[in-house]
């Protein structure tokens, strides 16, 4: 069966780092991108960006980019999400998820993480 | 950006009702749609992509269709298990952009 099991809950304050990651099984897991996606009750969901695990080509939304990383090590199926210096505004639930056709980053999710939330604050 | 506008944002209905909700793209994207259901605590559910076609395991009492700018999800006999938030998504172009969101409830 395909899984993404995503890293847990983060406590963090402002201007730490962190790190969160989201580890595929049940499928061939260089062939198939994966996406970061945030929801707040604010702004609802938001794609931030998405990897293509096999050759780390990655897509940003501009909203995003800059203030994170997305990097993938294929040799332990395990994509990351990453910021030098949260701020309170990027507490939020994160989710990865892989986009259904082979190769196709341009594509809807068909499985996704069970949400990793992290909470900024002082 | 594309923007999707879904409609209503709310709605209430009873087991076995039909319910159709639409999601409005502030720009033609051919069949590039797809349709998610979330459980409060849970990730979202895809239940249809390129707009009509249903994904795999998902009951056949949901269907989409639409093309362009306006689609529409359709539950054809609401069951306990569908009250839900859902949501639309348009994978036309980059950034890939989600509706707002309905949130179905129990009359």
């Known amino acids: 069966d395909v899984q993404l099991i995503q890293s847990g809950v983060e406590v963090k304050k402002p201007g730490e780092p962190l790190e969160i990651s989201c580890k595929g099984s049940g499928y061939t897991f260089r062939n198939y991108w994966i996406g970061w996606v945030r929801q707040t009750p604010e702004k609802g969901l938001e794609w931030m960006g998405t990897?293509?695990?096999?050759?780390?080509?990655?897509r940003y939304s501009l909203s995003f980019q800059g203030q994170v990383t997305i990097s993938a090590d294929k040799s332990i199926n395990t994509v990351y999400l990453q910021w030098t210096s949260l701020k309170a505004s990027d507490s939020g639930m994160y989710f990865c998820g892989k986009h259904l056709g082979m190769k196709a980053s341009l594509d809807p999710f068909d499985f996704w993480g069970q949400g990793t939330l992290v909470a900024v604050s002082s | 950006d594309i923007q999707l506008t879904q409609s209503p944002s709310f709605l209430s209905a009873s087991v076995g009702d039909r319910v159709t909700i639409t999601c409005r793209a502030s720009q033609g994207i051919s069949s590039f749609l797809a349709w998610y259901q979330q459980k409060p605590g849970k990730a979202p559910k895809l239940l249809i992509y390129?707009?009509?076609n249903l994904q795999s395991g998902v009951p056949s009492r949901f269907s989409g269709s639409g093309s362009g700018t306006v689609f529409t999800l359709t539950i054809s006999s609401l069951q306990p298990g569908d009250f839900a938030t859902y949501y639309c998504?348009?994978?036309?172009?980059?950034?890939?952009?989600f509706g707002g969101g309905t949130k179905v409830d129990i009359k």
């Open positions: 390129a707009a009509s």
């Open positions: 998504q348009q994978v036309d172009s980059f950034p890939l952009t």
């Open positions: 990897i293509s695990p096999g050759d780390s080509d990655t």
